[in-house]
């Protein structure tokens, strides 16, 4: 619905074994993205408030032989990038692992469900740059300069 890029997979190594630096490039890139993303999102919304603007997310999902990694990156009021591991799952690559889908569904699930909520989001963050909705709180851009004051 936006042109907005904010949800990123990196598939680091086989299932067999992993190739560790590969895994750590793969790692860097993902906060490279998300932070990238975030900070694009900023930038296009100034006068949005702080408190919308920090609960803008990214995702990413690494992929490190069977196991899928979900994080979210969000923007602190302090001005530091914030990393959570939200879920992890094991892709079940044989049939006594099918149990594991049950884990993998509930992570999809929950992908869908963050996704819909930053749709909201956006919608709100729109409204309060366009001047339609009240500002719960100051600007980022105010929020930022009196930082340092």
């Known amino acids: 619905m936006t042109s907005n890029e904010e949800f990123f997979v990196e598939c680091s190594s086989g299932f067999e074994k992993e190739m560790v630096n590969h895994s750590l490039d793969d790692t860097l890139k993902l906060l490279v993205e998300c932070s990238n993303s ?88 729109i409204n309060e740059v366009c001047g339609l909705a009240m500002l719960p709180s100051v600007t980022v851009v105010d929020h930022f300069l009196n930082m340092n004051t």
């Open 38 to 125: 975030l900070l694009n999102t900023i930038k296009q919304n100034k006068n949005a408030s702080i408190d919308s603007i920090t609960k803008k997310c990214a995702f990413g999902v690494q992929v490190i032989k069977q196991t899928l990694t979900l994080t979210k990156m969000t923007l602190s009021k302090s001005g530091k990038w914030k990393l959570v591991e939200v879920r992890s799952a094991c892709a079940p690559t044989s049939w006594q692992l099918r149990a594991n889908w049950n884990i993998l569904f509930e992570m999809l699930a929950t992908i869908y469900h963050e996704l819909l909520e930053q749709r909201k989001l956006d919608a709100q963050i």
